[in-house]
T-cell receptor, first 110, second 112 residues
Framework: EDQVTQSPEALRLQEGESSSLNCSYTVSGLRGLFWYRQDPGKGPEFLFT???AGEEKEKERLKATLTKKESFLHITAPKPEDSATYLC???????????FGPGTRLSVLP | ETGVTQSPTHLIKTRGQQVTLRCSSQSGHNTVSWYQQALGQGPQFIFQYYREEENGRGNFPPRFSGLQFPNYSSELNVNALELDDSALYLCASSSWGGREQYFGPGTRLTVT
């Protein structure tokens, strides 16, 4: 069974304090790993897709990396507007659906 | 380019009632997936529609059903509502074979 876990469950950072979020996964044949950002009461907003181990993607203060068992979302010098829940999801080759992790709630304090 | 839209935004129903939620896919996308997201949890896959047929289903009972129309829009129907059905219902669209799914804003369903 495909599974995704995320850690930490919640993270509080001071503005400018860099950190990383972890996504560990178990899937029979990874088709893609996806990172989303979700603000309270809203739908997830697409951030990145990673396809193979060693791949990296960057967008503004965010950088996502992928290994064979986990992915990291690095946040460099975060700002209060980066506060949100960050969701990780995997898609297997044999299916079309995404399996999501529970998310990491990030709070960036000014 | 038009994004994914959902209606209504919020809905309050009584246990035992039936509800229909609607989704319009992003332009150029022909596949629609539905997810249920309970408070504090990640989205859970309900089912996916492609070419007006169900193409994959998660661990949800038959009282959760759906439709897809020729214009690729979709409906999620839930019969005999239970208190545990209270959640944010998300619709995501993609192109068939495409890897990224783009989500709508969701419908918040409260069952009392």
């Amino acid at each position: 069974e495909d599974q995704v876990t995320q850690s930490p469950e919640a993270l509080r950072l001071q503005e400018g304090e860099s950190s990383s979020l972890n996504c560990s996964y178990t899937v029979s044949g990874l088709r893609g790993l996806f990172w989303y950002r979700q603000d309270p009461g809203k739908g997830p907003e697409f951030l990145f897709t990673l396809y193979s181990a060693g791949e990296e993607k960057e967008k503004e203060r965010l950088k996502a990396t992928l290994t064979k068992k986990e992915s990291f979302l690095h946040i460099t010098a975060p700002k209060p507007e980066d506060s949100a829940t960050y969701l990780c999801a995997v898609q297997a080759y044999y299916g079309q659906n995404f399996v999501f992790g529970p998310g990491t709630r990030l709070s960036v304090l000014p | 380019e038009t994004g994914v839209t959902q209606s209504p935004t919020h809905l309050i129903k009584t246990r035992g009632q039936q509800v229909t939620l609607r989704c319009s896919s992003q332009s150029g996308h022909n596949t629609v997936s539905w997810y249920q997201q309970a408070l504090g949890q990640g989205p859970q896959f309900i089912f996916q529609y492609y070419r007006e047929e169900e193409n994959g289903r998660g661990n949800f009972p038959p009282r959760f059903s759906g439709l897809q129309f020729p214009n690729y829009s979709s409906e999620l129907n839930v019969n005999a509502l239970e208190l545990d059905d209270s959640a944010l219902y998300l619709c995501a669209s993609s192109s068939w074979g495409g890897r990224e799914q783009y989500f709508g804003p969701g419908t918040r369903l409260t069952v009392t």
